[in-house]
């Protein structure tokens, strides 16, 4: 089975520009979460959906940060415009109903703004 | 709010050993699940066991198994013949069985594995 997968694996752009990061959650899973994790903070929830509906944006740090789900099968997160502070590792993690309520991570997109 | 609390910021261990990995969390909820999840160097979080909360009996995962204290409110993790590839952090994370889906993790415990 795939896991969670995300693109790109790497990005490095100069402040100002538009990041777009982009997931794949599990098929049949129907919850999608979007984390970051910097030496800083640790590990921080940035917006959660169920069933593609967002559930949870409380962890957004701003204005400058916006998640969609369009379908069950792809989500986005855009920082614009990308400061220097948002460089990170930005993780998608899914999980499904029923008794595993395991989330399971993609690999991660570890971001560079200069 | 929950709060998950991993007290030892760096374990090392000799190959071949066993060492335990500290947790203990808050909550009010009696219905819950823990995970241990291991981020060797390539990032990836990886699962590495879980436990539901009205389960007495302890998770075990081949060389990885759990001290799972309800009362305490402890959830050790143990590693049992160390290896090289286990060298990663390590976070405990708590979820509410009903309810808010988020998971809340602990600060992290990096292993080190000595040769």
């Known amino acids: 089975d795939a896991g969670v997968i995300q693109s790109p694996r790497h990005e490095v752009t100069e402040m100002g520009q538009e990041v777009t990061l982009r997931c794949k959650p599990i098929s049949g899973h129907n919850s999608l979460f979007w984390y970051r994790q910097t030496m800083m903070r640790g590990l921080e929830l940035l917006i959660y959906f169920n069933n593609n509906v967002p559930i949870d944006d409380s962890g957004m740090p701003e204005d400058r940060f916006s998640a969609k789900m369009p379908n069950a099968s792809f989500s986005t997160l855009k920082i614009q415009p990308s400061e220097p502070r948002d460089s990170a590792v930005y993780f998608c993690a899914s999980t499904g109903t029923g008794i595993q309520e395991t989330q399971y991570f993609g690999p991660g997109t570890r971001l560079l703004v200069l | 709010a929950q709060t998950v609390t991993q007290s030892q910021p760096e374990m090392s261990v000799q190959e071949a050993e066993t060492v335990t990995l500290s947790c203990t969390y808050d909550t009010s909820e009696s219905d819950y699940y823990l995970f241990w999840y291991k981020q060797p160097p390539s990032r990836q979080m990886i699962l590495v066991i879980r436990?539901?909360?009205?389960?007495?009996q302890n998770a075990t995962e081949n060389r990885f198994s759990v001290n799972f204290q309800k009362a305490a409110k402890s959830f050790s993790l143990k590693i049992s013949d160390s290896q090289l590839g286990d060298a990663a952090m390590y976070f405990c994370a708590y979820k509410p069985n009903f309810g808010n889906e988020k998971l809340t993790f602990g600060t992290g415990t990096r292993l080190t594995i000595i040769p």
């Open positions: 436990q539901e909360a009205y389960k007495q």
